[in-house]
């Protein structure tokens, strides 16, 4: 499997976490994920998501059936695309449409601030 292969299917993860956590409407949905390294080699993941249903924002619990999706899923991700593009991003948007359209944001260092709607 190509790196790209790889960075799809865990973006295809990523989408089916957030369609069996919110088991309700929904006209949009966004997942943030932040992502930090620390010099010592520790890391830390922390997430927010939220939707949209008739006008109204609203944020749910991301559930998981596997405890580790997120510990394992994003660190690996984190991984192929610095070794593909040589940026190392520390937090990114993945958000769906009503009819399922899957849109990525990757955020890097020089970026301001974390956006104002998620």
């Not at 865990?10 to 069996?20: M, P, Q, R, T």
């Not at 949209?52 to 394992?72: C, F, H, N, Q």
């Not at 190392?88 to 301001?112: C, H, M, Q, R």
């Amino acid at each position: 499997m190509t790196p790209v292969e790889e960075q799809k299917n865990i973006i295809e993860k990523l989408h089916w976490l957030v369609k069996i956590s919110l088991e309700m409407p929904y006209d949009s949905a966004c997942l943030w994920l932040d992502y930090q390294q620390f010099d010592d080699g520790s890391s830390s993941i922390g997430g927010r998501l939220s939707y949209t249903w008739e006008g109204e924002k609203k944020y749910a619990v991301v559930r998981s059936p596997e405890d580790e999706i997120l510990d394992d899923v994003i660190p690996h991700l984190h991984a192929l695309m610095k070794a593909h593009t040589g940026g190392s991003w520390t937090f990114f948007t993945l958000t769906i449409d009503k009819d399922g359209k899957v849109t990525t944001k990757f955020n890097y260092p020089d970026a301001e601030g974390i956006p104002a709607d998620t």
